[in-house]
């Protein structure tokens, strides 16, 4: 089940949009280095910090309970090993997870995104709308952004590892 690819959407709370509309005043100002083809990085500026914490604050029971159903163990929850980075997404990009990390991207922006999420190992797409006050969390899905100009979102990537199995031992009685 840690393999099967699942995306879902969450709430987040007021204090979290708060901040999110200081991140995004903040990502405005800035110039994005380009990472890759259609990818640019603004790196993690302080406002987007806070909110990267309010959201790993707010996202830790959906994410801990998918872990305990999904037989996984996140191991960053509340310190992500991967540093977090806010990015901007041109039109047709797409941006995959890598192998054995979930995604957690909370979008930056105030309007509707078109996007397509692409569960791995598929040739199919699934066209959504990332609303604005939706986390988007993703796990062996990558996304695509189909809208006009430009999607701006922080990603936060969390390492994930199966449970250890456990052993079954079995006892032997020897009379004497």
């Not at 993703?138 to 952004?145: D, H, K, M, P, S």
Request: hydrophobic share 40%; proline share 9%; net charge positive.
């Amino acid at each position: 089940m840690a393999l099967d690819p699942r995306f879902s959407v969450y709430l987040y709370d007021e204090y979290t949009k708060y901040l999110q509309t200081e991140a995004i005043g903040d990502i405005m100002a800035i110039t994005p280095r380009e990472k890759h083809t259609g990818l640019g990085t603004y790196g993690l500026s302080p406002p987007c910090r806070a909110v990267v914490w309010a959201v790993l604050r707010g996202m830790n029971r959906p994410l801990s309970t998918w872990s305990a159903k999904s037989n996984v163990i996140i191991h960053d929850l509340h310190k992500p090993w991967f540093k977090p980075e806010a990015f901007r997404l041109e039109t047709g990009t797409g941006l995959w997870p890598t192998p054995g990390r979930i995604v957690v991207l909370m979008p930056l922006s105030t309007g509707t995104a078109n996007i397509e999420l692409m569960p791995r190992g598929t040739n199919y797409c699934i066209p959504a709308d990332w609303e604005p006050g939706m986390v988007l969390f993703l796990n062996e899905t990558g996304i695509r952004f189909m809208g006009n100009g430009c999607l701006r979102f922080i990603y936060i990537m969390l390492h994930k590892s199966p449970l250890p199995q456990k052993k079954k031992y079995r006892f032997r009685y020897y009379r004497r």
